[in-house]
């Protein structure tokens, strides 16, 4: 995708390197990259400059960034069709968040309550580069002059912010970037900690029971369902006080399809071992056929580095005009 097609919106979102893929990634946003990336002209890619905001060896950077491009390719976006790439192979991502930077107040990027969460669990580590994410994140938005923006809802907040910068920079200098929409799906915008159900699900937690990986063996998947927290009511229904079965069903509806009333009526009369049963086979048949993609893509080192040589330059090339563009409205002298 050079330009945009026509009439064709522009939808565009990234995933950070910081370890194997959960389900929350999947249910959150992949599964609707996978949807839109039909009708859409999409731009999906690997966040490895926002990686670094925790400590990483070497090693271990380099790995998780190959294998979280290698799950996009597994999710089955087209990479001729699509531009899929690595953040870190277009160096315009460093040079407009620099920019941006200076259109953003340091009292807004204060308020994300990303950041305050991430330096109260990193606080050896608390540097600058954790409170100017979002801005390196709405410079990744606003390079490509994305439409929408499909993402989970921890990412709400840090959407808006992108959104209020672009319309800053456009009220000093006219019509220059797009404001892009969010897109949050209906179900799964927030996938909980199975063990913590009042927390989101994080594949940087230290528990591990807490999530489910997409490289979970499906044993493991089963296992860690089962043992996931619930309530002591026994009673498959949707309500407050029952985070960790609210979830459980939040899973069943995304992989079948049904709705919380159905899912209700099916489950009438049965106990949680069955519902989680249920859960898990069908999110054991959702996520295997995923993985053993992923399994045959991650041994092809070629095609990866083929599909990122290929997406860098689409990519590149869309980045290097919006930048070059907003330059020029800056009034950076131009030869
Ligand atoms: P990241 O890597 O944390 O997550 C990738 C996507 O998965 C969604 N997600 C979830 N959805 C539902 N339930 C959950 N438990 C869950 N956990 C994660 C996230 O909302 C996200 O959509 N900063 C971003 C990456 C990024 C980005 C961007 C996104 C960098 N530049 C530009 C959009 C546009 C992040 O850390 O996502």
């Known amino acids: ?30 599964k609707n990259w996978h949807d839109m990336a039909q009708e859409n002209d ?19 950077l380099r790995r998780r960034s190959k294998e979280m491009y290698a ?22 991502h460093a040079l407009m968040a620099w920019i941006l930077n200076c259109y953003t107040m340091f009292g807004e990027a204060s308020r994300m309550t990303q950041f305050k969460d991430k330096s109260a669990r990193h606080a050896d580590n608390v540097n600058v580069g954790l409170f100017t994410y979002p801005i390196l994140m709405a410079a990744d938005i606003l390079l490509y ?32 970037l797009k404001v892009p929409a969010p897109y949050i799906g209906k179900k799964g915008a927030r996938i909980l900690s199975l063990q913590e159900p009042d927390k989101k699900m994080s594949k940087s937690d230290p528990n591990e029971k807490s999530f489910i990986s997409l490289t979970d063996p499906d044993a493991v998947i089963a296992k860690k369902i089962k043992s996931a927290v619930t309530d002591s009511e026994a009673c498959v229904r949707y309500g ?10 939040a899973l069943y509806a995304c992989c079948t399809g049904l709705d919380y009333d159905a899912i209700e009526r099916d489950f009438a009369g049965k106990g949680y071992g069955d519902f989680k049963a249920a859960v898990a086979e069908a999110v054991v048949a959702e996520i295997s056929p995923v993985r053993s993609e992923y399994e045959r893509i991650i041994a092809d080192k070629a095609y990866i580095e083929q599909c990122m040589a290929d997406g860098a330059e689409k990519a590149r090339r869309i980045a290097a005009r919006t930048a070059r563009k907003v330059m020029k409205k800056i009034g950076f002298y131009q030869i």
Not at 9 to 16: D, G, P, R, T, Y
Not at 46 to 56: E, F, G, P, S
Not at 77 to 92: A, Y
Request: negative net charge; contains cysteine.
């Open 42 to 60: 999409c731009i999906f890619g690997v966040a490895d400059l926002h990686a670094i905001t925790v400590r990483n060896t070497p090693a271990d």
């Open 1 to 30: 995708m050079e330009t945009q097609t026509e009439n064709k919106k522009i939808v565009l979102s990234f995933v950070q390197s910081s370890g194997a893929p959960t389900i929350g990634n999947y249910f959150g946003a992949f």
């Open 240 to 249: 407050e006080g029952k985070d960790g079965i609210n979830n459980l069903m």
């Open 145 to 176: 002059n994305a439409d929408m923006v499909p993402v989970g809802d921890d990412q709400k907040q840090h959407l808006e912010i992108a959104r209020d910068i672009a319309e800053r920079f456009n009220g000093i200098y006219g019509d220059v």
């Open 71 to 92: 799950w996009l390719l597994a999710l089955g976006l087209d990479p001729e069709k699509n531009v899929i790439f690595m953040q870190s192979h277009v160096q315009e």
